[in-house]
């Protein structure tokens, strides 16, 4: 008994001590508690129906607070605002007469609910994704900027080089007068001034283009296109037969460049020509596209047709590869450009497609390759009524490249191949009530930094504007001074007043204006015995005028 008793005194001992026992009286507790108090339990975490992170998941009602399901009475539902509820919830609401969503207030009713079927639904976060689109378009119209502002000092360089140079021959000229007339007197005579004078004024006077001499090609009009061959000094007008009941159909009246007389008719076609092209060959072979779907060459040195290819439509447009001659191209009514090859005589070898609209290809123009930074690449630049592309040719195979022009309203394009611009004219619209030439910079971009594949594209540098009619497809003219300084001047007819407006591309100011008796309907410059003539097409006759 003395045993058991002293166990449990020891047992009595030890129990304040345990922690778990619930009489144990805390070591913080006050000294004099009555009560030993609870230890408090564990804080309940908030339900997801009232967690704004849960809301934002987009998984509970946002009246009951309750997950929907994709099933039952409280399946997934919306409203034409787009905030979706619980059906029974939403059912409930509209019918106690409250006939506005709960959230946005807008108007709703009953049978504006749509039922969802939808397993889960969560929001993507795309802001992210949306802010560097934004930043991506900020760069982008950054870049734009910066290439027109250096394609604009890059005229503007040129142009001052020009004049640089012109004062440096000015200057030397002076020098050789104050020498020669030094020797004789240490005075300047009045004839050395006036012969300062005079050599000051002839090389400050502005050369221009003079008339000399108008050729009538066909009393009853109808003349549409012109094309210029250097090797023959030939000039070839298209016209209707002047006997269409001996001769029917449509041909070309040979003109000579160094006569300036007419010469001989040569029956081409069966309907209107839309297009005439040279190439650099020897043969003075013609390469010509009508509206009988035909395109055909001829050969100068004998006036015969020597192929013939058939093209299925009226075709628009045509052009020779200057990159190889074996190649000529052809542009449809339906907006497609038929690629030939004249050791094929049979069809054409490849067709290549349009893009966007089946607008008529109303020029062609090829662009030879080139060791240029800017625009290296060789291809065919076609223009459509709606835009342009630009068919880039590697390895005989060609890649489209949508060239970015102002949507509708084009009705010409030309090139200037040395100097990498091209010509763009848009007939009078909504926005600009009168006709205007845009010169483009051509230019490219690689993709990569070990294959040659560019990205093409062109900015604007020059703006000039005419008169506010249009309503003919006149085929205007972009080409190189014959000052032969790199300046490059911009021809265009103007239908308002019966005229062809020459401007230089680096000032933009008129430099001269060339009256006809007709609308102008093609123009051409043309290199003759070193002489550089200007020709300009209405329907019945060629005027020619001489660079003096």
């Known amino acids: 008994p003395e045993e058991l008793h002293i166990n449990l005194v020891a047992a009595a001992s030890d129990a304040p001590e345990r922690s778990d026992d619930p009489a144990a009286v805390n070591e913080n507790t006050a000294p004099g508690a009555d009560q030993p108090s609870k ?228 029956p081409i076609h069966s309907k209107q020509i839309r297009g005439l092209a040279f190439s650099n060959r020897s043969d003075g072979l013609l390469l010509s596209a009508a509206l009988d779907n035909t395109v055909k060459l001829t050969s100068l040195l004998t006036n015969t047709v020597v192929q013939t290819y058939n093209t299925g439509r009226p075709v628009w447009s045509c052009c020779w590869c200057t990159d190889d001659n074996n190649y000529v191209y052809a542009g449809l009514i339906n907006g497609s450009v038929l690629v030939y090859d004249l050791r094929d005589t049979s069809q054409y070898v490849k067709e290549l497609m349009p893009l966007g609209s089946r607008c008529p290809v109303v020029s062609l123009s090829y662009v030879p390759r080139a060791a240029s930074e800017v625009f290296p690449c060789g291809g065919v630049l076609a223009g459509t009524l709606e835009g342009a592309y630009f068919w880039e040719m590697s390895d005989a195979q060609y890649k489209p490249h949508l060239l970015p022009l102002e949507p509708g309203g084009c009705t010409d394009i030309q090139t200037e191949s040395s100097t990498r611009h091209c010509l763009v004219t848009y007939r009078p619209g909504k926005t600009h009530n009168y006709l205007r030439c845009v010169m483009m910079e051509l230019t490219s971009s690689r993709l990569t930094d070990t294959e040659d594949e560019y990205s093409c594209s062109c900015y604007p540098v020059q703006t000039f504007n005419a008169g506010p009619t249009c309503k003919l497809l006149t085929k205007n003219a972009i080409f190189q001074s014959p000052e032969r300084d790199g300046s490059v001047l911009v021809c265009a007819g103007d239908e308002s007043s019966s005229s062809a407006m020459l401007w230089h591309s680096g000032s933009g100011i008129l430099h001269q204006k060339l009256q006809a008796d007709q609308p102008v309907l093609d123009i051409c410059p043309m290199e003759v015995n070193q002489s550089s003539l200007l020709a300009t097409l209405t329907e019945k006759m060629v005027k020619i005028y001489r660079w003096e």
């Open 39 to 266: 230890q408090p339990s564990p804080v309940k975490p908030v339900t997801s129906a009232a967690s704004p992170s849960d809301e934002d998941e987009g998984d509970t009602c946002a009246i009951c607070f309750e997950s929907w399901t994709n099933a039952g009475q409280h399946r997934l539902s919306a409203l034409r605002c787009g905030h979706l509820f619980g059906f029974t919830c939403i059912d409930r609401w509209l019918k106690g007469g409250a006939a506005k969503c709960p959230q946005c207030n807008k108007k709703a009713k009953r049978s504006d609910i749509v039922v969802l079927y939808a397993r889960t639904l969560r929001a993507l976060d795309t802001s992210e994704q949306e802010r560097m689109r934004s930043t991506l378009e900020m760069e982008q119209s950054l870049r734009r900027k910066a290439e027109l502002e250096s394609a604009q000092c890059r005229l503007q360089v040129q142009v001052l080089t020009d004049e640089c140079g012109k004062l440096r021959k000015l200057v030397q000229e002076l020098k050789m007068l104050i020498a020669q007339n030094g020797s004789s007197s240490s005075q300047p005579s009045s004839s050395a001034r006036a012969g300062t004078s005079s050599s000051l004024s002839s090389s400050q006077g502005q050369h221009k283009y003079n008339f000399e001499k108008a050729i009538l090609v066909n009393q009853g009009g109808n003349c549409r296109v012109m094309a210029y061959c250097e090797r023959l000094s030939c000039l070839v007008v298209s016209q209707p037969s002047a006997h269409t009941t001996l001769v029917p159909g449509c041909g070309i009246k040979k003109l000579s460049a160094a006569n300036m007389k007419s010469s001989q008719y040569v």
